[in-house]
């Protein structure tokens, strides 16, 4: 269900006694203090954020706040912040101010941020309060929706972490003025991502409209935004730890968790980036098994290529040489059984599907061949 009012809407993830409101619209860290009361009232308020985030936002947030007794704790900008290392640290400064489960976490920041500070809210003395509060596009219509939390390791990205939801997620659409350009088409890919998935009248809307959108044209973003959490929650609603068609929000994430991983999480690729190669992967492997029209794979093609989005042939040399190597990372999804690889593929735009025993030696003669042109 959606609230609307003149300057915000206001959807809500119906998951019964873990139910939260989203909270979509210019002007959130400024009003954070009413917004929050109903979600976060008694306890302390830890905010975790990055430095680049803490330079732009945390005043603002503090201000809106109102409250002068905050911890703040500032992290390391970049997917390196999604270690053992630092989740050891925040948990450590945590305890030592004998943070409690009635106390509250306030994610301030992207992915990283988000991911990060849920994990530690799920885990910390076995769950406190967390509030999400996205500032990229990316984390606004993905990753802080939907309670995935989660930190990377050497063997991959999000393999330890777990399902927690937040109490409430406010996404400020006058934030993402702040953003550069590649940041703002990384977070494109994730809106593009729920068009491929079932939407095709939203895809031919983005068609129209997606150079407003990374224009920072706050109706079209109000829209996307609002279109992206809709279906996401919508998902999250029928499938909250996955176990069936909650699977289709990772279409292209296969290939794209593949390649961050071959980039070591350095900063050099960004996991919008790599999802931009990943899905038009996951067309190209599609048609390749006469599973997906060649006139879908060009539109989609076609489109990212407009919006200056990366595909595979855009990628650094060392990211793409080896494809043994991403096959390998691949085999280590998470979505995998212990016997198959479970890729989610296309029929064409609208039209993915989950494909629960992907044919290896097809896959690997695909990133032979895509890598080697």
């Not at 702040?178 to 939203?202: C, H, S, W």
């Not at 279906?231 to 996955?242: G, M, P, S, Y």
Request: aromatic content about 6%; charged content about 20%.
């Amino acid at each position: 269900m959606t609230i609307m009012s003149n300057n915000s809407e206001t959807l809500h993830v119906d998951l019964g006694a873990r139910a939260y409101p989203i909270r979509i619209g210019a002007g959130v860290l400024a009003d954070a203090n009413r917004l929050l009361e109903p979600h976060i009232s008694g306890g302390r308020i830890a905010i975790i954020t990055d430095e680049t985030v803490a330079d732009l936002h945390l005043k603002a947030l503090l201000t809106g706040l109102g409250a002068d007794d905050i911890k703040v704790i500032i992290l390391p900008p970049g997917e390196g912040t999604k270690s053992f290392a630092v989740l050891q640290d925040v948990l450590d400064t945590l305890l030592k101010i004998n943070f409690s489960r009635d106390d509250t976490l306030i994610a301030l920041g992207g992915g990283v941020i988000g991911d990060l500070t849920g994990f530690v809210a799920a885990i910390l003395k076995r769950g406190c309060r967390f509030v999400q509060i996205p500032t990229t596009l990316l984390a606004q219509v993905d990753s802080s929706v939907g309670g995935k939390t989660a930190i990377n390791t050497p063997a991959g990205k999000n393999l330890v972490g777990s399902f927690y939801q937040p109490k409430c997620v406010l996404i400020g659409t006058d934030v993402l003025a702040t953003l550069d350009a590649r940041q703002m088409r990384a977070g494109y890919a994730e809106v593009l991502k729920y068009a491929l998935i079932n939407d095709p009248a939203f895809f031919d809307w983005l068609e129209e409209n997606a150079g407003d959108l990374l224009a920072g044209d706050q109706a079209a973003l109000r829209k996307a935004i609002l279109t992206s959490c809709t279906a996401k929650a919508d998902i999250v609603k029928r499938d909250e730890r996955e176990r069936g068609e909650r699977a289709l929000l990772n279409l292209g994430h296969s290939f794209a968790h593949a390649l961050e991983a071959k980039a070591g999480y350095d900063g050099t690729l960004l996991h919008g980036e790599a999802v931009s190669a990943g899905m038009l992967m996951a067309f190209e492997y599609a048609q390749g098994l006469g599973l997906c029209p060649g006139q879908d794979v060009q539109r989609l093609r076609a489109h990212l290529h407009k919006l200056g989005m990366p595909t595979l042939s855009d990628l650094p040399a060392p990211l793409t040489h080896d494809p043994e190597q991403l096959f390998a990372y691949m085999g280590q999804d998470k979505k995998n059984t212990k016997t198959h690889m479970k890729l989610i593929l296309t029929h064409g735009i609208g039209k993915a599907f989950i494909e629960p025993k992907a044919d290896q030696t097809s896959l690997l003669n695909y990133l032979q061949k895509a890598c080697n042109p």
